[in-house]
Structure formats: C-alpha cells, structure tokens
C-alpha cells in the first residue's frame, strides 16, 4: 500500500477521477464527503469515507490527523455562496473566516489552506491529475466559427481575463460585442442561463483561468453540465483557455456540441 492521502470532495465528476487516477499512483485515500456537494457515490473510491457539513472543520481536520493524514487534495467544486447560509460555524471555521482576507473564492479557500497548514496538513496540487483534461489550442468541433463569434470571443476574452484577476468572475456572456452577463458567486452554469435570459439565442461564452491560477485553490473547469446549459440558451459558441481550463466529459460534451451545433474551441492566453 502506498502513501495514505486525504481528499476534501466538492461537487463534480473531478472527485472522482482524482481519486481514481491517484489509486491508479498507488495512494490510498480517506475522502472527507462535503455534505450536499459531493457525489453520493464517491465512498466506492475510498479506503474509508466520512460525511461532513461546511461547518464542521474542526471534526474535518480532526478525521485526517486521526488517520495518520499529511497531505490533502481539495477536489471539486464547493458553492461559495455556501459562507453566506452557514448558521452556526464551529470554532475552526469561524477562526479561518475571521482570519481570511475577503469572502471570494480564491480568499477563503486561500485561508483553508493556511489553516490545514497549521493543523500539519499539505495541500497538494492536483495539476498531475488534471493533465489528460486540459486541451490544445484549436477548434473542437466541426464547424469553424463565423467571423461574428470570433469578434465575440476577442472583445470577451480582453475583458474576462482582468475580471478574473480580479477574482470576481471567470466566465463572461457576450453577444454583439456587449457584454451580456459577468459569472459572480452563482458559477458558470447560473451565469450561462442569466446570459440567456437576458439575450436570448446567438451568446458566446468565454471562460479562462487566472493568470496566476493555482490550482490547489480552484480548479476551472467545464463539461457535459456546461454544455447542457448552452444548448438550453441556444448559445453560438464556448471558447476557454487551452491547458489552463479543464474539460471533462470531454466525448459526451463535443457531441452535444455538435449536434447544437454550438462551436467549442481552445484558445492559449
């Protein structure tokens, strides 16, 4: 048996194939399940699973350090609007909230890190397993985009790159070169559906990483889910930074594209 890993898991498919790509490595894993979030069948990768709350941080890093745990992998999306519902935080929590430099994203899992630092655990950067998910530049779908979408993509791409140095956003909705919709805490899916509603059909969307992403903190992504929000807007195009923005369900995504005939390219920073 190889080393013996923690894994925080949030929501998505990328728990899961972490932890599947990291047994594959030879680790063994204890998933921390975060309650509401994480797949209900994530324990089926797991040497042993616990369910928690996003209040209960003290009994989280309590159940790594009594497995012998010294580094962890934040896998999978967690609702930042989460922080605004939690009623009653445990003393850990409510220590890394008042410690932490802002209530975006990018902040608080920034002061989680720190604070598992303290407690003696490592936050590893899973970027060796999200490799075979990011893309080469290029057009992914069939189809070339009409000159209109790549006029699209140009005047989003300028603008959500400083939005998302920002941290305030890094999904943008544009059409007819305006900008349409701004992805804030609600995600990329919620801001692709306000883009329509907004717009209607004929939105391009464009989502990159930040320039200096880490990836132990957030981890961009896109797939079949994102697709499917597209095809209910009647969206044009999804462009997203090649090597920089994970694509999962990549087979199952590029066919919905194609069969809405909504352009899908990768474009390098």
């Given at each position: 048996m190889g080393e013996r890993i923690g894994v925080i898991a949030g929501a998505g498919n990328f728990p899961l194939l972490a932890l599947r790509a990291a047994r594959s490595d030879g680790y063994s894993c204890v998933v921390a399940g975060l309650r509401g979030e994480a797949r209900p069948d994530i324990g089926a990768e797991a040497e042993a699973l616990e369910w928690f709350s996003a209040a209960e941080l003290g009994r989280l890093t309590a159940f790594f350090k009594e497995r012998g745990i010294r580094r962890v992998l934040l896998a999978g999306k967690i609702d930042p609007?989460?922080?605004?519902?939690?009623?009653?935080?445990?003393?850990?929590?409510?220590?890394?909230?008042?410690k932490?430099?802002?209530r975006t994203p990018s902040g608080l899992i920034g002061a989680l890190i720190e604070y598992l630092a303290g407690q003696g655990l490592t936050v590893i950067d899973p970027e060796v397993w999200l490799t075979p998910y990011f893309c080469l530049?290029?057009?992914?779908t069939g189809s070339a985009p009409a000159a209109d979408v790549l006029a699209d993509i140009e005047y989003g791409w300028i603008r959500v790159r400083r939005l998302a140095d920002e941290d305030?956003?890094?999904?943008?909705?544009?059409?007819?070169?305006?900008?349409?919709?701004?992805?804030?805490?609600?995600?990329?899916?919620?801001?692709?559906?306000?883009?329509?509603?907004?717009?209607?059909?004929?939105?391009?969307?464009?989502?990159?990483?930040?320039?200096?992403?880490?990836m132990r903190i957030d981890v961009p992504a896109i797939g079949a889910e994102t697709l499917r929000s597209l095809i209910r807007i009647g969206a044009a195009a999804l462009c997203f930074e090649a090597g920089r923005v994970a694509l999962f369900d990549r087979e199952e995504s590029l066919a919905l594209a194609e069969a809405n005939r909504i352009v899908v390219l990768a474009r390098r920073a």
């Open positions: 609007r989460i922080v605004f519902a939690i009623q009653a935080p445990d003393a850990a929590l409510q220590s890394l909230l008042t932490a430099p802002d530049p290029g057009v992914l305030i956003g890094q999904t943008l909705a544009v059409k007819g070169r305006a900008v349409v919709a701004v992805e804030g805490l609600e995600g990329t899916d919620e801001a692709i559906k306000r883009a329509g509603r907004l717009a209607g059909e004929g939105v391009v969307i464009v989502k990159v990483a930040r320039t200096r992403q880490d």
